[in-house]
């Protein structure tokens, strides 16, 4: 089923939408919560409580692209459930690598304390990366926004993962840069 | 900043840029390229070093003991990046030259108060720009700068980028908190390199452009343990008076995997002594890491620095099987504040006396407990995981019985 017959599902209050949403992005929303939490079970509960979300936000939301919405639902709801056991049951995940990486550009100062600072935050990275090619760009956002494994981001390009792992640190360190020149303080 | 806010403001990117990167996920390409051997060297190497002569430490008398003050114990280890845990085929791959011997008795090490604070804003409250000032002359003229090849500034922004910060923060609906825009180091630059020196004397030396290594000198990211070593008598001939140590004893420390299999490696220095609590202080305190990148160029040296003038006592300290039986009752603190669990000693496989820098330079015994909670594989053989425990040195009536550090020991309620 195409995501626009699916939407309308959602926009007609039409419970098969939910069905169909699981049929075609279980899998891939599985992996985007498995790529943070590192447990099968609770990455299981991130994606029901995707279409759960999903469905109390559609209509009014109608999602040009919906598995990147639906991606953003479980993305957020993972994060959530990350912090939740921030203390108590942090497993080794996709995410505590990138953490790992993103900890040697970042120093302990500040931290957004608002939505809005985060807005802004948010585009002065958009900003930055409209700057770079879009090879580096994509493999970014894999790393940062998706998760995804520097192997899995080297088989999606054909590298190496040493390659993978350069573009990646040159993004940082050239984001880093740019932001700091920007006002910000990271 | 902590990465998982960086993480939240990616929430928050252009859709525009999810949907391309979304695309090509679940792809496969054939690879071109045969794998680089070395992989890139994480900017993260960050590392640990220090210069400054560590003066004679008084051993505890016995008739000084009560006036010793108490002590509290942090409970800060995360650096927010997850509990402190090491991935390891076996505990034999994680390595230092750490003086300290279990054999060798010690009735009492010295603590030291930390001097630099840290505002709200975990910008250094009382920073000493005199010391930090002498600090960078100092590592200046180690490098045969003299003043007139350098001027020394600060990382405080000029007044155009003081607007335009406050032009932003006030357009959020916010204002410049008090000392926002104090600076928070010292850096002096000139045409082949910069030199910062932090708050907490800490000098980071970066080179532009990298040096060059000989080409039978390999020392990157993922050199091994007989690349680091041959990388560190190079080292520690051709940068003689930047390590600056009357006899420099080579330490290669690390070892630790990433979830790729990758071991990481430091190649590191500090300062060997006749005397046994010294060494232990010079390793402690006293350290110069030098730091390769992927491309097997010196891109810096790191010497930390932290003032030790503030001495508060030299504290009897418990011993090694002392500290083993906290462990076991849940006298200790780690990252995983509410995990509060018995510790099998059995379990245990390593353990080293360290110093850790909170308010308090205090020495604890830090135990590596292989975990059976996670699992790893690489090339086919399991990846063990070794959680880093720490039982304080010091004996317990020394400690601030208020103090609600977590893991057990101490979490009473104290009225």
Redesign the interface.
């Given at each position: 089923m195409t995501d626009e017959l699916i939407v309308s599902l959602y926009w007609q209050r039409n419970e098969a939408a939910i069905k169909h949403t699981a049929d075609k992005y279980e899998r891939?929303l599985t992996v985007i919560a498995k790529n943070i939490l590192n447990d099968i079970e609770e990455s299981k509960e991130c994606v029901n409580e995707t279409y759960l979300k999903a469905w109390n936000s559609m209509p009014e939301q109608r999602p040009?692209?919906l598995?990147?919405y639906l991606?953003?639902i479980t993305?957020?709801t993972a994060?959530d459930v990350?912090?939740s056991r921030h203390?108590?049951?942090?497993?080794?995940s996709e995410?505590?690598?990138?953490?790992?990486?993103?900890?040697?550009?970042?120093?302990?100062?500040?931290?957004?304390e608002?939505e809005?600072?985060?807005?802004?935050?948010?585009?002065a990275?958009?900003k930055y990366?409209s700057t770079i090619p879009?090879q580096s760009?994509?493999a970014f956002?894999?790393r940062?926004?998706?998760f995804?494994s520097?192997?899995?981001i080297?088989?999606?390009?054909?590298?190496?993962?040493?390659?993978v792992?350069?573009i990646l640190?040159r993004t940082?360190?050239g984001l880093a840069e740019y932001l700091r020149n920007e006002?910000f303080?990271? | 900043m902590k990465g998982i806010d960086f993480c939240t403001a990616m929430s928050y990117v252009s859709k525009e840029y999810i949907e391309e990167a979304d695309k090509l996920r679940g792809m496969t390409v054939q690879k071109k390229n045969k794998a680089i051997k070395f992989a890139c060297l994480a900017a993260s190497l960050t590392i640990i070093l220090f210069a400054g002569a560590v003066g004679a430490h008084r051993i505890y008398k016995g008739s000084k003991l009560k006036a010793l003050p108490m002590l509290s114990v942090e409970n800060d280890i995360s650096n927010g990046n997850g509990f402190e845990g090491y991935l390891a085929l076996n505990i034999s791959e994680l390595v230092s030259e750490n003086p300290w011997d279990e054999a060798k008795s010690l009735k009492a090490l010295p603590v030291y108060k930390n001097p630099v604070t840290y505002n709200k804003m975990q910008r250094p409250a009382n920073a000493d720009f005199d010391k930090m000032r002498e600090r960078l002359k100092e590592i200046a003229e180690r490098f045969g700068l003299s003043e007139q090849d350098y001027t020394i500034s600060d990382d405080s922004p000029d007044e155009e980028r003081k607007e335009v910060i406050t032009k932003k923060l006030i357009d959020a609906g916010g204002i410049v908190p008090q000392g926002y825009f104090d600076p928070t180091y010292l850096i002096a630059e000139t045409d082949s390199m910069t030199i910062k020196v932090f708050a907490d004397l800490s000098v980071s030396i970066d080179f532009e452009p990298a040096l060059e290594l000989p080409k039978d000198i390999h020392c990157s990211f993922n050199s091994s343990y007989e690349d680091c070593l041959r990388a560190a008598e190079y080292f520690k001939a051709e940068f003689e008076n930047i390590i600056g140590f009357s006899d420099p004893i080579i330490n290669i420390n690390g070892g630790d995997r990433d979830i790729y299999g990758e071991q990481k490696l430091t190649v590191s220095f500090y300062d060997n002594s006749d005397s046994y609590l010294e060494r232990i202080l010079n390793y402690n305190f006293s350290t110069v890491t030098f730091s390769c990148y992927e491309d097997e160029k010196l891109h810096g040296i790191r010497i930390m620095s932290p003032d030790l003038t503030q001495k508060v006592g030299d504290y009897p300290i418990i011993s090694v099987s002392e500290a083993r039986a906290m462990l076991e009752n849940g006298e200790y603190i780690n990252d995983n504040n509410n995990d509060i669990k018995k510790i099998d000693t059995e379990n245990v496989e390593k353990i080293e006396l360290v110093y850790r820098q909170d308010r308090y330079f205090m020495p604890y015994y830090k135990f590596y407990v292989k975990s059976y909670d996670y699992h790893h594989e690489y090339q086919g053989q399991q990846l063990n995981t070794y959680i880093a425990y720490y039982v304080p040195a010091v004996k317990s009536e020394y400690l601030e019985p208020s103090q609600l550090w977590i893991g057990g020991f101490n979490s009473r309620d104290v009225g």
């Open positions: 891939y040009d692209a598995s990147a991606a953003a993305r957020t994060l990350y912090r203390r108590s049951k942090r497993i080794p995410l505590t690598s990138s953490l790992d990486e993103l900890g040697n550009m970042l120093s302990a100062q500040g931290s957004p608002s809005l600072d985060y807005k802004q935050l948010a585009r990275i958009d990366l879009p760009r994509t956002i894999r940062y926004y998706f995804d520097v192997k899995d080297a088989d999606g390009f054909g590298f190496s993962r040493s390659k792992k350069s640190f940082r360190q006002g303080t990271i | -």
